[in-house]
């Protein structure tokens, strides 16, 4: 099987997505607070691109809660940032939010168009990859883009890993871009110190810096919720098996 | 010293290139070439982005010769595509080249506003990171961008293993940001198979089936020619001494 990385939201991904099978991943933090929140009982998370239009959903959704953040921190006005604890089930239970992220959302946006898009994190990674050998004997599957949002249009370590992590665990009959294989290299370096590594990574860093430690903690942890959101009619919703 | 490693050509780079030394690679095949026609006797190449900003500019500089490619093959009417064994002495021999490339011309001028502008890429390697140690001692560097041109707007792994090399041969005492750190790490796994690894790339496996071998060959040898590209009022041009 195919198995494309890219490193970026701003990457151009049409016209090549249409039968491919598209995983985003943020882990710092769109991805992990999504599923997260799905998790907590949201209903659905509908990802915007700007203020502007995450106003104006508002208005056309009765009762959704606005989420996001620009620059790492909450929006002024907003009901939650973009950290997964302020995802509560008190608060998200029921509800579906509107949510924009610097780089998350605008990736899940851009790969809209493909026939299937899943959201990753290491939160969620066994359950995505059962989910992608599931969907196989399904149905033909042309190749997987594993699409990381990336920081501010630049190459994201932590999502990189993440990554990594889903190739070696697919196992070793794929074809790999570029990116890809440095993924599954680098995620086999950082393995043993998985923590550390994303701790380091700049986005880490700049976390670290604005008080956002538990975060970036409980987003490198592997495993802990068995979600697979997807991008349904522009919602992202907790499908129970992969289309 | 501060390093960062941007992937793409479409990485933005301002504000924050002012007062930087960057050094731009496309190791398949732009900067190869340049410093390859520059090792031939070419006067200066002046890099553009269009056909059109080509095709004008030549009516600006009588006797100017055209290079470049779209899709890797020569442009119709070119002088010579982008292969470095298209710039031989006999033909580039104190003459100036206009060229266009998809993905190094663009990398050069989305960084023409930085300080200092360098071309890099394996055959002048060795005489970048010495030139480096020798501007170091002249002026106070804020920081070093290393900005691979990548391909088509993705990660190119020949570029960042490029960038790789430079970074171990800079030393420890580096700051690197999430994409330098990656290029470190990846530079150190392929080093004994580098010719291999570069060949293997999706950009290596691409020129290989156009019946490019010999320039992917060429292109992936270390420090042969102890040249060190600037650009200067537009032109790369073989600077001896770096500014």
Redo the contacts between chains.
């Keep these: 099987m195919r198995v494309e990385?890219?490193?970026?939201a701003?990457?151009?991904v049409l016209p090549y997505l249409e039968d491919k099978l598209v995983i985003v991943i943020d882990v710092l933090r769109a991805t992990s607070t999504m599923v997260t929140a799905l998790a907590n009982g949201c209903q659905a998370i509908i990802p915007v691109l700007t203020l502007e239009e995450a106003l104006k959903k508002r208005l056309e959704i009765p009762g959704a809660l606005l989420g996001g953040e620009r620059r790492a921190m909450q929006i002024e006005g907003f009901d939650m940032g973009n950290s997964p604890f302020d995802y509560a089930p008190e608060k998200v239970g029921g509800k579906r939010v509107i949510m924009t992220t610097t780089n998350g959302t605008r990736a899940i946006r851009a790969a809209a168009e493909a026939k299937a898009v899943w959201m990753a994190c290491f939160l969620n990674l066994d359950s995505i990859v059962e989910a992608i050998y599931r969907l196989k004997q399904r149905v033909l599957l042309e190749g997987i883009v594993i699409f990381c949002a990336g920081?501010?249009?630049?190459?994201?370590?932590p999502d990189?890993l993440c990554a990594g992590m889903i190739i070696e665990e697919l196992g070793s009959d794929l074809q790999l871009?570029?990116?890809g294989?440095?993924a599954r290299?680098?995620y086999k370096?950082a393995k043993p110190n998985l923590m550390e590594a994303i701790e380091q990574?700049?986005?880490g860093q700049r976390l670290l810096e604005l008080g956002f430690k538990k975060d970036v903690i409980y987003c490198a942890t592997a495993n802990i919720l068995p979600i697979v959101p997807a991008l349904v009619n522009g919602e992202v919703i907790w499908q129970i098996e992969g289309r």
Aim: no cysteine.
């Design positions: 990385v890219l490193a970026t701003g990457t151009p920081t501010e249009d630049r190459f994201d370590l990189t871009n570029d990116l294989e440095a290299v680098l370096i990574s700049d986005h």
